[in-house]
């Protein structure tokens, strides 16, 4: 029964670590675009 538990939250801890990652490279996309675009109003 604990041994069942222990996994399914490791389960759940690998599926949120996915999603963080997921969403922070999302936001690093973003930066980039952002930062992209500010790059060449300075040109």
Known sequence: ???ERGSET???LATLNAELHKNM???AQA???AAGKAA???V
């Open 31 to 33: 930066e980039a675009a």
């Open 10 to 12: 490791e389960v759940a």
């Open 1 to 3: 029964m604990l041994k």
């Open 25 to 27: 490279s999302k936001l």
């Open 40 to 42: 060449a109003k300075t």
